[in-house]
């Protein structure tokens, strides 16, 4: 299968703790992004990537969020000293620049207790 | 500000019925739209997309409409089908860069 992969599928973890998700994705996209969704809510920009460069980010990313893509391939999500508001899926999607059609991953529970 | 919205939290209809998914938005310049189908456990998966310059585009059973004066698109499924049931997201970009989703519609198509 060569879709969008993220690992863990789920995480759970104590407030305080730092977490990483990591995301493969579709291995001829160049362009990968990086979601937030909450219960009842839709999938909310975070941040993306054209090849290795971060080219936006949210300002819902705050200091305790970094994102790498250090090779232009997979990418990582860390959170530092998580929050229970951090509760969330971490959804991970994938693109070719000038095709606007994203391809979502399954997406990375996170519980924080 | 939710730049894209979603009013109807869920929608039920009959199989062999049409089903019509709404979606408004606030920023005019926003020039290209999409619908995304969710199932649980899944990630968003795409079907079917509209530019600004068009007011309709239709795939098989899916047609989305666009009325740009109104900053409002919908989704229509004819014949709706089970399989069908499902969170539906509609996403808008004005730069091909960042897409602002709507809440999602939770359809429940009924056999």
Redesign the interface.
């Known amino acids: 299968d060569t879709g969008?992969s993220q690992d863990p599928r789920h995480k759970i973890t104590k407030r305080g703790q730092n977490v990483t998700f990591r995301c493969d994705p579709i291995s001829e996209h160049n362009r990968l992004?990086w979601?937030r969704q909450t219960l009842?809510?839709?999938?909310?920009?975070l941040t993306?990537f054209q090849n290795e460069a971060q080219?936006?980010k949210s300002r819902l990313l705050s200091d305790r969020f970094s994102a790498e893509r250090p090779k232009g391939s997979f990418s990582t999500l860390e959170i530092q000293r998580t929050e229970q508001g951090d509760s969330a899926m971490y959804?991970c999607?994938s693109s070719w620049t000038?095709d606007?059609?994203?391809?979502?991953?399954?997406?990375t529970r996170l519980t924080v207790l | 500000d939710q730049q894209v919205k979603q009013n109807s939290p869920s929608l039920s209809v009959q199989e062999g019925r049409i089903s019509i998914l709404n979606c408004d938005y606030t920023n005019s310049m926003f020039d290209y739209f999409l619908w995304y189908k969710k199932y649980p456990a899944e990630g968003p998966t795409f079907l079917i997309s509209i530019s600004s310059i068009k007011d309709k585009n239709e795939d098989g059973r899916f047609t989305v409409f666009l009325n740009k004066s109104a900053k409002h698109l919908s989704l229509h499924i004819v014949p709706s089908q089970p399989g069908d049931s499902a969170v539906y997201f509609c996403a808008a970009s004005a730069d091909f860069n960042k897409f602002y989703f709507g809440s999602g519609t939770k359809l429940n198509v009924k056999p």
Do not use: C, D, T
């Open positions: 969008v992004y979601y009842g809510q839709g999938p909310e920009f993306y080219l936006e959804l999607a000038g606007n059609e994203q391809f979502f991953g399954p997406g």
